[in-house]
């Protein structure tokens, strides 16, 4: 499957951003879907993930709770992030993974979109 994150930009503290990821190749559908980041000289860490259907998806950094909501569009093959109430820590290059199996760590995914750069000034 081949992923094209779109949708970064630069944004104010305290604005939005929705990210897109469209998938092509295999079915949509048979993979579970991840966003990841990945700040100036830090690993990629996980920010949420979405299973196939879509009935569960997690967020596990306290951080990103309750402002980052991750969702899917079967018919559009196309996994969003929507991003609100965004700080300066949340400067990233934002990637979208896809893997058969859900999980919430980088070895868990084997496809890779490109990376969208996100930053957030104060």
């Known amino acids: 499957v081949q992923l094209q994150a779109s949708g970064g930009g630069m944004v104010q503290a305290g604005g939005s951003l929705r990210l897109s990821c469209a998938a092509s190749g295999r079915t949509f559908s048979s993979y579970a879907m991840a966003w990841f980041r990945q700040a100036s000289g830090r690993e990629r860490e996980f920010v949420a993930a979405i299973s196939q259907g879509g009935g569960n998806t997690y967020n596990t950094k306290n951080s990103v709770k309750g402002r980052f909501t991750i969702s899917r569009d079967g018919a559009k093959n196309t996994v969003y992030l929507q991003m609100n109430s965004l700080k300066p820590e949340d400067t990233a290059v934002y990637y979208c993974?896809?893997?058969?199996?859900?999980?919430?760590?980088?070895?868990?995914?084997?496809?890779w979109g490109q990376g969208t750069l996100v930053t957030v000034s104060s």
């Open positions: 993974a896809a893997s058969p199996s859900i999980a919430t760590y980088t070895n868990g995914y084997d496809y």
